[in-house]
């Protein structure tokens, strides 16, 4: 049987390292990190994520506020909220949830948030340093995908990953991070030798490239995508993907891209749905937005 990675308790790990440091940043003479939370419509997973952003940044030290607009808002209006968030110096990160009404564009959203207050690394600067190696900030979820390998101690270096979908907020930043070069400024350096698949990669590739990863990562809301004779013995296998269905008994709940049943069976390490990535991906969101409070103040960093 496979290790169960606990996202749960790692991310409860990421958070209490954060209390300290925010507490001693806060006896140093700085005000606590200020994040601002925007969600546009009523969506009810949107504010669930929500919701437990602000619960996490709650218990890190970190004030958080969400501030909620209905789904007819104009483009204009949101730019010109976003420009005064920009402007406070009161406010640290900002963060918009997506996805964010039709009549709005998500990607001129992003590139209006400040780059250096953007704690979803999704703003065009962000994701070009990212590309290049360089230290920026990076989107939560591949942040945090990263920080449970390393916790969990599976080694990259060398090792073959296959990342199933390709999104620019999901799939790109984690493939994008496996392999990061380790001699390159950012310091990352995951090393592994990657493999993206998507909606186009024939279903027998699809199986062909996962039989042989050391690491699977899925992230594309597709329900037992992965199957368990699709899984190398001992490989570890990261659950981003996030389904709500209705079970058997008419109840609904939450299942990842992974026949995770069956592929506990077979796998070395495997993430649950939920419990895995996504308590991960609230945690980095915090140290992202800590990250932001210390740039945003040193003075040394020369500003884009
Ligand atoms: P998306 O719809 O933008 O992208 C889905 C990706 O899956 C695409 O790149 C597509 O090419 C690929 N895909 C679709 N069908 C496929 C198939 N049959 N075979 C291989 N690839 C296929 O979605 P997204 O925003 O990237 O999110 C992906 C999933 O991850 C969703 O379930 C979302 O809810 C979840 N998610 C979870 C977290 C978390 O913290 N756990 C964070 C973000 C997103
Ligand atoms: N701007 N939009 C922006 N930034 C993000 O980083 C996100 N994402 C995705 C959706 N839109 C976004 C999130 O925050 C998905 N996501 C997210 C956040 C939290 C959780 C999952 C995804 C999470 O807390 N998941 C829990 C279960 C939550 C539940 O009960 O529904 C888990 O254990 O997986």
Sequence with gaps: MAQILNGNAIA????????????????????????????????????????????????????????????????????????????????????????????????????????????????????G????????????????VVELLKRAKIETLGRDAVVI????????????????????????????TVTICHRYTPRPKLEHYCRNADIIISATGIPKLVTA?????????????????????GKNKLVGDIDYDEVVKVAGAITPVPGGVGPMTVAMLMSNTFQAAKTLRDKSIVLQ
């Design 12 to 127: 409860k790990d990421v958070k209490d390292e954060l209390i300290v440091k925010i507490k001693k940043w806060v006896e140093e003479g700085h005000r606590p990190p200020s994040l601002k939370c925007i969600i546009v419509g009523d969506d009810p997973a949107s504010h669930t994520y929500v919701r437990n952003k602000v619960k996490a940044a709650k218990y890190c030290g970190i004030d958080a506020e969400t501030i909620q607009f209905d789904s007819d808002i104009t483009e204009e209006f949101l730019l010109n909220q976003i420009n005064e968030l920009n402007n406070s110096e009161d406010v640290d990160g900002i963060l918009i949830q997506l996805p964010v009404p039709e009549t709005i564009n998500e990607r001129r959203i992003c590139n209006a948030v400040s780059p250096k207050k953007d704690v979803d690394g999704f703003h065009i600067i962000n994701v």
């Design 129 to 144: 340093q990212l590309c290049l190696d360089m230290p920026t900030i990076v989107p939560a979820t591949a942040l945090g």
């Design 165 to 192: 979908g390709r999104s620019k907020n999901v799939g790109m930043p984690i493939a994008m991070m496996l392999h990061t070069d380790k001699r390159h400024e950012s310091g990352l350096g995951m090393d592994a």
């Design 229 to 249: 004779d699709m899984v190398k013995p001992g490989a570890a296998v990261i659950d981003v993907g996030i389904t709500r269905v209705t079970d058997s008994e």
